[in-house]
């Protein structure tokens, strides 16, 4: 384990975490679809997908007080510390995805869908570097530790989609549809075979999967009501947690209170639309609600107080859409 060691005695220290994240997952699908007099429709596609990930952090202290700036009392003169690392994955993988839909009567459509787990390739690269100042003293310590480089594969949950949607005549419809994901099904797997020196089990990596992780469900409402040319268009999402219930509580400092974090992810939309035989415009306005956590580092002593970043997010978002038909 590694665990944090601050360079200024007795800690008084301001600390500060800038993280940048970006990432993107693409998707090309190979498909075939057919129907049962026109009541029961059947499809399944092959699932390719690209994805990258990177992400960088900068964790900061520095004696904004001017609190340590001897040697006195085993102590540092200590002005500023920084630890920059950075990590970047880059995969492919499949999966295949199956469908089926009925349609009871021309007003009701019920489906199903299942997507099996994704098999993903997937490598790391990673990068860590610990700068240094001390008070008066115009020299930047600067420690680099060596770059790491891995490879292994990922194997994504299954996912279990089932929805519906009723026709409101020629004036709109509503829909619904539930997802079931099981986290716990998730699992790390050596790229290499177990008789290579390079092979790794993964053991613990998918112990703590089982530990921490459960099932998670989505929730999506929605409904569009038609007035001549003009639509509008209701909607609602929720997204649980990935992660079991107990693991969502958090402490506050100093009165060390417990705390506990959003379940997921809850989404909010409305909209606005106009069609036309060679346009249509849309508008919508998105609000998002969400919460997260991070454990920045972890002290010696397992029973201390560890910082930790908890970021409760809400976001309001406005989507203009304008379209052709030729």
């Known amino acids: 384990d590694v665990n944090y060691v601050g360079a200024a005695d007795g800690g008084n220290v301001e600390q500060t975490v800038e993280i940048d994240e970006i990432g993107r997952n693409n998707e090309w699908s190979i498909g075939f679809a057919g129907n049962l007099e026109d009541r029961i429709y059947m499809g399944a596609s092959l699932g390719i997908q690209n994805i990258s990930y990177q992400t960088a952090m900068t964790f900061k ?16 003169p200590f002005q500023s510390g920084t630890f920059t690392t950075g990590f970047r994955t880059r995969g492919s993988g499949f999966n295949l995805r199956l469908g089926i839909i009925g349609k009871p009567t021309d007003y009701l459509r019920i489906g199903v869908s299942v997507v099996t787990p994704t098999v993903l ?8 570097q610990i700068t240094g100042n001390l008070d008066d003293d115009p020299i930047e310590y600067t420690t680099d530790a060596p770059d790491g480089r891995f490879s292994y594969k990922f194997v994504n949950p299954f996912k279990v989609t089932v929805g519906g949607m009723a026709l409101l005549g020629k004036r709109g419809f509503i829909s619904a549809d539930f997802d079931y994901i099981d986290y716990t099904n998730a699992k790390y797997k050596s790229d290499v075979s177990p008789s290579s020196s390079f092979y790794y089990n993964f053991r613990d990596e998918n112990n703590s999967i089982q530990d ?21 268009r209701l909607g609602y999402g929720r997204y ?31 909209g606005l ?7 249509y415009l849309d508008l919508a306005f998105v609000h998002e609600e ?22 409760k997010l809400s976001s ?7 379209g052709f038909t030729f």
């Open 61 to 76: 202290e520095e004696d904004i007080n001017n609190l340590h700036n001897t040697f006195a009392n085993d102590s540092t």
């Open 121 to 128: 390739a997937l490598t790391d690269t990673y990068y860590s």
């Open 212 to 232: 921490l992780f459960s099932g998670a469900y989505n929730l999506r409402l929605g409904g569009e009501l038609r007035f001549g040319p003009g639509r509008a």
């Open 240 to 270: 649980t947690s990935i992660l079991k219930k107990e693991f969502l509580n958090y402490y506050t400092y100093p009165d060390n209170t417990v705390q506990k974090l959003r379940d997921g992810k809850q989404v909010y939309t409305l």
């Open 273 to 279: 639309g106009l069609k036309q035989k060679s346009f």
């Open 290 to 311: 969400a919460s997260d956590r991070r454990l920045l580092y972890t002290l010696p002593d397992a029973t201390a107080y560890s910082p930790e970043l908890v970021n």
């Open 316 to 322: 309001n978002n406005i989507y203009m859409t304008i």
